[in-house]
C-alpha cells in the first residue's frame, strides 16, 4: 500500500524558509502526481502545488514566487520549500498522491503541523 | 482561480438521519469535484470523485450528485463514525481549490 510521511520543523522563524520532506513507501514518485497542501487554523485548506512523474512542476500562482518542489527519486522521496514565511503561513503540512483518473489526492501523509514565530 | 462555496458552515445532527451538504463552484467545473471527509487529528480521506463515483471502500450510504456548477454530497442513515468534517474540491483546473468545509457535528 501506498504510505506517505511528512518530516522537517516544527516551528520556523518569519523571514526564514520552511522545508518538508515527504518520504513515500509502496510506490514510485516516478509515476503519478506528488504533493502539498496545507491547512490553516480555521480549517481552510489550499494546494501549494505539485510534482510529476517526471519531475515538471505545477505550483499555486499565490504562492509562486515563494515556493520549490523537488525531489530525489533515488530516496523516493519529495520536498517542500518554502521561502520568506510569515505567521500566516502556521498550517498542517500535507503530502499527498495525486489521482489523475480522480482529479483528486487518494493517499496522504498524517500531516505536519508547522507554526511561524519568533 | 474557481473559488469553492460550500454550506453550511456545520451541522448537527443524529444517528440515524439523512444530511446534505452543497458545494458551489464559481464556474462550470464539468463533473470534475471530489470529495473528503476528516476526522479530528487524521488526514483527508477521499470518499467521492467525478462528483458522483464512490472511492473503493467507502459505504454506499454516501452519495454525490450535480454537474455545472452545483453539487451535493448526501448521507444517508447517519453512523457515528461519520460525524467529522467534509470539504469538497474542484479537480477541473489547477489551481485545484478546496471549500471552506463542513463540520457535521452529533446532536
Known amino acids: 500500500e501506498v504510505q506517505l510521511q511528512e518530516s522537517g520543523p516544527g516551528l520556523v522563524k518569519p523571514s526564514q524558509s520552511l522545508s518538508l520532506t515527504c518520504s513515500v513507501t509502496?510506490?514510485?514518485?516516478?509515476?503519478?502526481?506528488w504533493g502539498w497542501i496545507r491547512k490553516f487554523p480555521g480549517n481552510k485548506m489550499e494546494w501549494i502545488g505539485h510534482i510529476s512523474y517526471s519531475g515538471s512542476t505545477n505550483y499555486n500562482p499565490s504562492l509562486k514566487s515563494r515556493i520549490s518542489i523537488t525531489r530525489d527519486t533515488s530516496k523516493n522521496q519529495f520536498f517542500l520549500q518554502l521561502n520568506s514565511v510569515t505567521t500566516e503561513d502556521t498550517a498542517t503540512y500535507y503530502c499527498a498522491r495525486y489521482a489523475v483518473n480522480y482529479g483528486g489526492y487518494d493517499f496522504w501523509g498524517q500531516g505536519v503541523m508547522v507554526t511561524v514565530s519568533s | 482561480d474557481i473559488q469553492m462555496t460550500q454550506s453550511p458552515t456545520s451541522l448537527a445532527a443524529s444517528v440515524g438521519e439523512s444530511v446534505t451538504i452543497t458545494c458551489l463552484a464559481s464556474e462550470d467545473i464539468y463533473g470534475s469535484l471530489v470529495w473528503y471527509q476528516q476526522k479530528p487529528g487524521k488526514s483527508p480521506q477521499l470518499l467521492i470523485y467525478?462528483?458522483?463515483i464512490l472511492e473503493d471502500g467507502i459505504p454506499s450510504r454516501f452519495s454525490g450528485s450535480g454537474s455545472d456548477t452545483q453539487y451535493s454530497l448526501k448521507i444517508n442513515s447517519l453512523q457515528p463514525e461519520d460525524f467529522a468534517s467534509y470539504y469538497c474540491q474542484n479537480g477541473s483546473s489547477t489551481p485545484w481549490t478546496f471549500g471552506g468545509g463542513t463540520m457535521l457535528e452529533l446532536k
Open positions: 509502496g510506490y514510485s514518485i516516478t509515476s503519478d502526481y
Open positions: 467525478g462528483a458522483t
